[in-house]
């Protein structure tokens, strides 16, 4: 993962909104031809020609979305980003800009906030998607980020969560459930050391699930992958808030049900040996878990052969008729019938 080398740091009422917009965004290189105008001006220009472009945007709060004691902000700045492009690739479109707002409180210097763009530029040239503009502000409550991602498909490569039909294969990419996983081990070794800030934990077994929560990976080879093998899927949505709840997603819009099947389900070991430990069910862990991002489509059977023993796709599941409604069906053949946790902030009441 990343190393944290600043030491040296800078109060941000020193600087001022456009000194710190300029320390923020000086080494911003465009590699899209399509970025015609970036940062600098009143509106960026982007010029995808005859294509269709896609808008997508995201609202992280410091505190709801993320905790800053566990994640590092160059972590931050890479999977912001991440759950954007995420959400164009889940449309089977290319992201190729993105704008990056802020609203940040003076306990921040201007070298935490130069190592979380160095996450977003490192995003940024991984995934081949420029930066061109965005907003910067103060707060009184510590940090807010908002990234609007656009991308550019052609008009019958896009897919929405609508079109899922009856036999249809419910397909995901990766596997699932670490990103929960790695969130509780997170949380745990957080607790302790409020508890004992001199322990040094060991962290090794927990490597894959703890980089899938703070270092997750949009799933841009999936979409080259299913492009090479000639597949549009029916359906497609990414994996944000929970297996669970994205099918019930794409039952919803496709008007359809769903059977998914838990030996089906495509866990990293890791995962288990961690839901053994903190006594839960890594099937709930699966389901309801959440911030996995990996894409999960339905294609049409006649498109089986071209994915069946692919290493990065598994058949989990297929569409039925919309009365028989989402059934988990477990090993014994019994139903069970799907139920959406997601994300319960606004059940937490302020007072
Ligand atoms: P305006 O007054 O028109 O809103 P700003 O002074 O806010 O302009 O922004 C100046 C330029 O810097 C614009 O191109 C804007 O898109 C860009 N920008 C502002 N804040 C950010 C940021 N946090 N990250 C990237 N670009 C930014
Ligand atoms: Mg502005």
Redo the contacts with the bound molecule.
């Keep these: 993962m990343f190393e944290d080398k600043n030491t040296s740091k800078t109060p941000l009422d020193n600087l001022g909104?456009?000194a710190?917009?300029e320390a923020?965004?000086k080494s911003?290189k465009h590699e899209n031809k399509s970025s015609v105008l970036?940062?600098?001006?009143?509106?960026?220009v982007i010029d995808h020609n005859s294509k269709q472009t896609l808008i997508s945007t995201d609202l992280l709060v410091e505190g709801v979305h993320f905790d800053l004691s566990y994640m590092p902000l160059k972590h931050l700045g890479y999977k912001a980003v991440m759950v954007n492009l995420s959400d164009v690739y889940a449309m089977n479109a290319i992201p190729t800009q993105i704008?990056?707002?802020?609203a940040v409180s003076n306990r921040f210097t201007l070298e935490a906030l130069e190592e979380f763009?160095a996450g977003?530029d490192l995003a940024c040239k991984n995934y081949k998607v420029d930066?061109?503009?965005?907003?910067?502000?103060s707060s009184t409550t510590g940090l807010t980020v908002s990234i609007t991602a656009i991308g550019v498909a052609s008009k019958d490569k896009i897919v929405p969560r609508s079109g899922a039909k009856e036999n249809d294969l419910l397909v995901v990419s990766g596997d699932l459930g670490a990103a929960y996983t790695g969130l509780q081990v997170l949380e745990r070794e957080k607790a302790v050391f409020q508890v004992n800030p001199n322990t040094q934990p060991d962290l090794s077994p927990y490597t894959y699930s703890i980089e899938r929560q703070l270092k997750p990976e949009a799933r841009k080879d999936v979409i080259e992958l299913l492009d090479e093998l000639k597949i549009v899927p029916s359906s497609m949505i990414d994996i944000s808030d929970g297996l669970s709840s994205e099918i019930l997603h794409l039952s919803k819009s496709s008007n359809i049900g769903f059977h998914l099947f838990e030996e089906k389900l495509p866990m990293d070991p890791e995962v288990n040996l961690i839901c053994e430990e903190f006594k839960f069910n890594s099937t709930t862990a699966v389901l309801n878990g959440g911030e996995d991002y990996e894409l999960l489509f339905t294609i049409s059977q006649k498109d089986f052969d071209k994915i069946k023993n692919h290493p990065l796709l598994t058949v989990i599941g297929h569409a039925v008729e919309q009365n028989a409604g989402c059934q988990l069906v477990n090993g014994l053949g019994h139903q069970i019938e799907l139920t959406a946790q997601g994300w319960q902030n606004f059940s937490e009441k302020e007072d």
């Design positions: 909104e456009f710190l917009i923020l965004t911003v970036g940062i600098g001006d009143d509106a960026a704008t990056v707002s802020i763009y977003i930066l061109v503009g965005g907003d910067t502000t």
